[in-house]
Nanobody
Framework: QVQLVESGGGLVQAGGSLRLSCAASGRAFSSYAMGWFRQAPGKEREFVAAITWGDGNTYYTTSVRGRFIISRDNAKNTVYLQMNSLKPEDSAVYYC??????????????????WGQGTQVTVSS
């Protein structure tokens, strides 16, 4: 059983920062890449960022590029999402996800095999 546990969400004012963490555990956990998605009320879950474990390639959706940074600590099986210059439209539940294998697209939800329970991020104006 693979578990992904997110932490670090909360309430922050516009312009502020938060760092999300996602710790992966479970028997013989291994994956090709990790991603972050978010879902605001009444909206579809959308891709935010992803990183590959091996070479550390990163991917971002346009709206967060230059403000968010995804990173990983291979020794700890942990992925981070540093979120800077937050805007009210960044408010959402943020989900961590793991993809076991290399697949054609990093931004599709069906690329990912495991999901965390989500952590709420609220940005006030």
């Amino acid at each position: 059983q693979v578990q992904l546990v997110e932490s670090g969400g909360g309430l922050v004012q516009a312009g502020g920062s938060l760092r999300l963490s996602c710790a992966a555990s479970g028997r013989a956990f291994s994956s090709y890449a990790m991603g972050w998605f978010r879902q605001a009320p009444g909206k579809e879950r959308e891709f935010v960022a992803a990183i590959t474990w091996g070479d550390g390639n990163t991917y971002y959706t346009t709206s967060v590029r230059g403000r968010f940074i995804i990173s990983r600590d291979n020794a700890k099986n942990t992925v981070y999402l540093q979120m800077n210059s937050l805007k009210p439209e960044d408010s959402a539940v943020y989900y961590c996800a793991a993809s076991r294998y290399r697949r054609p697209s990093m931004i599709r939800r069906d690329t990912y095999d495991y999901w965390g329970q989500g952590t709420q991020v609220t940005v006030s104006s």
